[in-house]
């Protein structure tokens, strides 16, 4: 299984809105909006269901460009 880690970035696939792993626990990570006004609370098993991608903290800024 893959663990997501805080910073880590994950773009939803509906909205293409970006989310920064906030806080983890042994099952579940709270995700923020970059602009801090959304939060979710999901089961890590359910991420794949949630994310297009996977992005890495340092390369959230070139994401954000396009």
Same mark, same amino acid.
């Given at each position: 299984m893959v663990r997501f880690e805080q910073r880590e970035t994950l773009k939803y696939r509906s909205t =293409? =809105? /970006?989310?920064?792993? +906030? +806080? =983890?626990?042994?099952q579940?990570? /709270?995700?923020q909006s970059l602009d801090g006004l959304t939060q979710v609370l999901m089961e890590e098993k359910n991420i794949f269901d949630f994310s297009e991608m996977t992005l890495k903290a340092d390369? =959230?800024?070139s994401e954000m460009a396009k």
């Open positions: =293409r =809105r /970006i989310f920064e792993v +906030k +806080k =983890r626990t042994d579940f990570l /709270i995700l390369s =959230r800024t």
